[in-house]
């Protein structure tokens, strides 16, 4: 198991520095008495631990910590450098994030500071190491939180220490300016440096800039924000070596896996699947998605803030989680990998920012339905929290979204890549799916989605083909293999790369106009829509397997299927909507192991569990009506006790134990 976790962690995020001295004590009886058993406390009060330079106070939090010891409570701390205070950003005014568009970020939010500062950096450590010293020796302290959800607010800065830390990253990177000038291609509007100090970080142009200079940008800044953190992550693996350090992303312009590898014991992630239904009830299902992105960078993890109540900010609000939502969405959290879950928050702050982002309880400090869920949930946790520690979520289906891939969808953005619709449509089948980042782990799985993948080296082909070879199924969407690592096409027929594992030759390709999505693909008696893009495939030694239906491509291949080794290749020549994969992956059912209890509407999503050598299935009703299903037994709900088979009730949760 992850380090020092011994038990389920059920709790909340707490706020001393938000509470009256007297209120403390009774918060915390309360949190105990509900039935949890972890709270996590003080990654945004910075300023009051250092009230003005080098001057430091922590007895409130010490107050805080030795509280929750008294009832039991243990304890996770978040550092504070989300959150510098207004003396450090006013005295040191070179520590502040620059957006794009030259405007200066300033005190009076959160994540307002650039990570390459010397100032910041140095005041950080600082921070960082006199709480650690603090609080090494309590024991119900088990674990650190590296800053709060790192380029949730601003993902990307531009200030000048921004781009001195550029120049040198690049200068590490490729040596000299002749090789920077060659793997950028700024041969092309002359855009040649002659000189390091000529080389700066992106700005405004008249039109669009450079590729190769955007993604490398992308790396970079992942780079500073994985350094920062791990100059936290230094000091406390010294001074407090028994706890665990994690993070709660996900955000972009980090690559977790390296950031993971580098400096986490384990990653964190923070869910609120009312952004979802934001739209419709039971939209909550698509955060799935979200939480199997967290899964493929680490199969086991803590959802250090789970919703509670509606929440929002001064311009929006979401919906209030309706009577049996909050428990679902926990149990949706535990499905897909959480081995603890602390919602956000005990009780709602009259003031501030987040006024509106309510937590189990209101304003008021009264008891309500909210804390009757949780309490519900607790004592379920109680029974069955070690299945849930020990069960890891079964997969025999990725999608494979690797970094430099996921940076340039949100640099050529002529397209969109068909990540989300390829997750629903199997979600909708109830296939599982991780969402992997590292191209290593697809041996772990059956079948292997590769959507959009443009950059493909040398060595991802490899992984890819010895992947095929040994009875694996690919499956690409247009635009696949055609870019290297400096983000250049290469120079041969597409698709590039991967033209060989394919066994195709692309002939020619067009945007499809915005309102003309009349075109088909005739596939297995079965009408597709193809969208935004198509390619006009001409087998080498794949086989068609579906044509375009009309316009100067009817008749020609829009999907091929190429043996490869062991396994084989298909290639769909324009990107999936969610019908689209529902209807293929028919066809490629016979590739997977995948167990049908019998039929199961979409509303309802199916998770498979092994808990040592027992598996167990999660059944979630993401519908705010009781939905049929007919089952191929009939099961007990180990959560009540009692028989399940043609009805799952509106929200309800079903765990199932199946006999081997």
């Not at 088990?142 to 220490?161: F, K, P, R």
């Not at 920062?228 to 955000?251: A, C, W, Y």
């Not at 955060?287 to 803030?305: A, H, P, Q, T």
């Not at 597409?494 to 003309?516: M, Q």
Request: with cysteine; proline share 3%; net charge negative.
């Amino acid at each position: 198991m992850k380090k020092n976790i011994e038990e389920f962690l059920y709790g909340v995020c707490y706020y001393p520095e938000h509470w009256e001295d007297e209120i403390i004590e009774d918060d915390l009886k309360r949190i105990k008495e509900a039935g949890l058993n972890v709270i996590r406390m003080g990654e945004f009060a910075w300023s009051k631990y250092e009230v003005e330079e080098g001057v430091f106070n922590f007895d409130f939090l010490i107050s805080a910590v030795e509280l929750a010891s008294k009832y039991g409570l243990k304890v996770i701390l978040g550092t504070p450098t989300a959150t510098p205070p207004a003396w450090l950003t006013k005295k040191y005014p070179e520590s502040l994030a620059v957006t794009y568009d030259r405007k200066v970020m300033h005190h009076g939010s959160r994540q307002h500071v650039n990570h390459t500062s010397k100032k910041l950096r140095e005041l950080s450590k600082r921070i960082v190491r006199k709480m650690a010293e603090e609080f090494k020796d309590y024991d119900n302290v088990i674990g650190w939180q590296i800053d709060n959800e790192l380029n949730c607010g601003l993902e990307l800065s531009y200030a000048d220490s921004d781009a001195e830390a550029f120049r040198k990253w690049l200068k590490n990177k490729y040596g000299s300016l002749k090789a920077l000038n060659k793997a950028w291609g700024n041969v092309f509007w002359s855009l040649e440096f002659t000189d390091w100090e000529q080389v700066s970080v992106p700005k405004p142009t008249p039109t669009k800039e450079n590729p190769s200079l955007l993604l490398d940008y992308r790396r970079f800044y992942s780079d500073m924000t994985i350094e920062f953190s791990n100059l936290q992550t230094e000091i406390l693996r010294e001074v407090t070596p028994d706890k665990f350090i994690t993070h709660n992303g996900l955000f972009n312009v980090i690559d977790y896996d390296k950031y993971i590898k580098e400096g986490l014991d384990f990653l964190s992630y923070d869910s609120y699947p009312h952004f979802g239904e934001r739209n419709k009830v039971g939209d909550g299902k698509k955060w799935s998605r979200n939480l199997s992105r967290v899964r493929g960078y680490d199969n086991k993890f803590i959802v250090m803030e789970q919703a509670s109540g509606p929440g929002g900010q001064v311009d929006y609000l979401l919906p209030t989680p309706e009577p049996g939502q909050l428990r679902l969405w926990s149990y949706q959290s535990i499905a897909h990998g959480a081995f603890g879950i602390l919602h956000f928050r005990w009780r709602t702050c009259p003031y501030g920012a987040e006024e509106l982002w309510h937590g189990i309880l209101d304003y008021d400090n009264q008891d309500n339905r909210r804390l009757k869920e949780v309490k519900q949930l607790a004592a379920e946790l109680n029974k069955f929290g070690d299945i849930f520690l020990e069960a890891e979520t079964q997969a025999d289906v990725a999608i494979l979204s690797d970094f430099d891939n996921k940076m340039n969808d949100q640099i050529e953005t002529y397209i969109k890549s068909d990540e989300n619709e390829i997750y629903q449509g199997l979600r909708a089948e109830n296939i599982s799916v991780d969402i992997i980042s590292d191209i290593e782990l697809i041996d772990n799985y059956q079948l292997v989605f590769c959507p959009r993948m443009m950059i493909i080296d040398d060595s991802m082909l490899a992984k890819l083909k010895a992947f095929a070879k040994a009875s694996g199924t690919l499956v690409f969407t247009a635009r696949s293999g055609i870019k290297d690592k400096n983000n250049h096409y290469y120079r041969q027929e597409f698709p590039g790369k991967i033209r060989e594992l394919a066994g195709i030759s692309i002939r020619d390709f067009t945007v499809i106009p915005e309102k003309e999505y009349e075109q088909g693909i005739k596939f297995d008696q079965e009408l597709l829509k193809p969208e935004q893009f198509v390619e006009v495939i001409e087998p080498d030694t794949a086989q068609s397997i579906a044509n375009y239906t009309n316009r100067y491509y009817n008749k020609q291949t829009a999907i091929s299927e190429n043996s490869y080794g062991a396994g084989k290749v298909i290639y769909y020549g324009s990107f999936f909507n969610k019908d689209g994969v529902r209807k293929v992956i028919k066809k490629l059912k016979d590739d997977l192991n995948h167990h049908k209890f019998g039929e199961i509407p979409e509303e309802v999503e199916v998770v498979k569990l092994l808990s040592g050598d027992k598996i167990y299935y999660l059944l979630l009703n993401y519908s705010d009506q009781a939905v049929r299903i007919d089952l191929d037994s009939e099961y007990i709900n180990l959560l009540t006790e009692k028989k399940v088979k043609k009805v799952i009730e509106k929200y309800e949760v079903v765990l199932i134990k199946m006999d081997q």
